[in-house]
């Protein structure tokens, strides 16, 4: 089964500071990634998602996030953090077997980031 | 275009009672789905449609039902409710299963 995790479930920084969000997913076979960010009381949004072609992948408000097939990971930076980054930040996948989607979002338990002044 | 809509945005309901959460995407999408947020462990999936007519059971089904009313509505209902489906509902829709997917707003539930 596919199975997405996220190191840390906070991680604070501070504004300016690099941002580094780490998910790793278990799949045999190259999934489609994605993050998403959810804003206090909001539903979620898209940040960025890899599904084929370039592994690194730019996505909205200056996050990108590169895939590493050896190191089974899709970690999400940003290189200066604002103080409206501050949210909890999701990764999920959507697997393939045998060339056959599960067709379903999994996702990972979600890292609240903290950005200091 | 509201994308992805939800009502009601909040609901306090007591132990046994039912109650029907309703979702609608006016952005053409085949899929929609349930999902459930509790602090710590992420998003799970109740129930999705892949298409409309075809319901499907997600991760955490028990004590749920849905309806895809037609390709624009898919509903949550709680025939009984128990304190342990207090939460937060969103409903999402995608143009398939594998693209991403749109959430809306969220409905918090509370069961006394």
């Known amino acids: 089964a596919q199975s997405v995790t996220q190191l840390g479930s906070h991680v604070s920084v501070s504004e300016g500071a690099l941002v580094l969000l780490r998910c790793n997913y278990s799949?045999?076979?190259?999934?489609?990634l994605f993050w998403y960010v959810q804003y206090p009381n909001q539903g979620l949004q898209l940040l960025l998602k890899y599904t084929t072609g370039a592994t690194l992948v730019k996505g909205i408000n200056g996050f990108e996030a590169e895939f590493k097939k050896s190191e089974t990971s899709f970690h999400l930076t940003k290189p200066s953090a604002h103080m409206s980054d501050a949210a909890e930040y999701f990764c999920?996948?959507?697997?393939?077997?045998?060339?056959?989607?599960?067709?379903?979002?999994?996702f990972g338990q979600g890292t609240i980031l903290t950005v200091h002044p | 275009n509201a994308g992805v809509t939800q009502t009601p945005k909040f609901q306090v309901l007591k132990t046994g009672q039912s109650m029907t959460l309703q979702c609608a995407q006016d952005m053409n999408h085949n899929s929609m789905y349930w999902y459930r947020q509790d602090p710590g462990m992420g998003l799970r999936l109740i129930y999705y449609?892949?298409?409309?007519?075809?319901?499907d059971k997600g991760e955490v089904p028990n004590g749920y039902n849905v309806s895809r009313l037609n390709k624009r509505e898919f509903s949550l209902r709680l025939e009984s409710a128990a304190p342990s489906q207090t939460s937060v509902y969103f409903c999402?829709?995608?143009?398939?299963?594998?693209?991403?997917?749109?959430f809306g707003p969220g409905t918090r539930l509370t069961v006394l």
């Open positions: 999920a996948v959507i697997s393939f077997r045998g060339g056959t989607s599960y067709g379903k979002l999994t």
């Open positions: 799949s045999s076979v190259p999934p489609y």
């Open positions: 999402a829709s995608s143009v398939r299963l594998v693209d991403e997917q749109f």
């Open positions: 449609s892949a298409s409309e007519g075809t319901t």
